[in-house]
T-cell receptor, first 110, second 117 residues
Framework: SQQGEEDPQALSIQEGENATMNCSYK?????LQWYRQNSGRGLVHLIL?????REKHSGRLRVTLDTSKKSSSLLITASRAADTASYFC??????????FGSGTKLNVKP | DTEVTQTPKHLVMGMTNKKSLKCEQH?????MYWYKQKAKKPPELMFV???????INESVPSRFSPECPNSSLLNLHLHALQPEDSALYLC????????????????FGPGTRLLVL
């Protein structure tokens, strides 16, 4: 499978804490993206990092990419109850092929 | 308008039925995608259309037949499905680069939840 792996599978934290989730993939990529999915609904794009970038920020989100280790991490700072969702990394290998990681289910308790 | 719409929201069909899922976007995107998502699993790529032509078929069974009538519409025709095909079917669209390669952000519709009895 070309899909990535994510860990942890599930994460439960208190509001205000930081949440970190990790993604690993198998072969060289063009870019890596993170998406959020609320309970069986459509996915929402969060942030994209290109293969020649190492770190990127967007609001409370921080993404890192280590191409030598074929891994990425997503950090959500000062989490809120509204951040409760499943988070997926997606890697783009070539042209239009996107493969999603196994996902991390985040629960932020108020 | 950054919305991708999908109809119907829910669909129940028997194994001998023929039905179609519809997807529409008005963002001028020239790449459109179908994904299948089983419960507690990530989306799995099924088909990709670029400039209204099928560019990727991820070895999907022929009981699923995609169609792209124009640059705004994407259909998925269903025939003789199996109960294991029950899933959330997601449509997405994105821009295309000048080389024809996919561009970054995919915009997803809310999905059609399909139950095959």
């Amino acid at each position: 499978s070309q899909q990535g792996e994510e860990d942890p599978q599930a994460l439960s934290i208190q509001e205000g804490e930081n949440a970190t989730m990790n993604c690993s993939y198998k072969t060289s990529i063009n870019n890596l993206q993170w998406y959020r999915q609320n309970s069986g609904r459509g996915l929402v794009h969060l942030i994209l990092i290109r293969s020649n970038e190492r770190e990127k920020h967007s609001g409370r989100l921080r993404v890192t990419l280590d191409t030598s280790k074929k891994s990425s991490s997503l950090l959500i700072t000062a989490s809120r109850a509204a951040d409760t969702a499943s988070y997926f990394c997606a890697v783009r290998y070539n042209f239009n092929k996107f493969y999603f990681g196994s996902g991390t289910k985040l629960n932020v308790k108020p | 308008d950054t919305e991708v719409t999908q109809t119907p929201k829910h669909l129940v069909m028997g194994m001998t039925n023929k039905k179609s899922l519809k997807c529409e976007q008005h963002m001028g995107h020239r790449a459109m995608y179908w994904y299948k998502q089983k419960a507690k699993k990530p989306p799995e790529l099924m088909f990709v259309y670029s400039y209204e032509k099928l560019s990727i078929n991820e070895s999907v069974p022929s009981r699923f037949s995609p169609e792209c009538p124009n640059s705004s519409l994407l259909n998925l025709h269903l025939h003789a499905l199996q109960p294991e095909d029950s899933a959330l079917y997601l449509c997405a669209s994105s821009q295309l680069g000048t080389s024809g390669g996919g561009q970054e952000t995919q915009y997803f519709g809310p999905g059609t939840r399909l139950l095959v009895l």
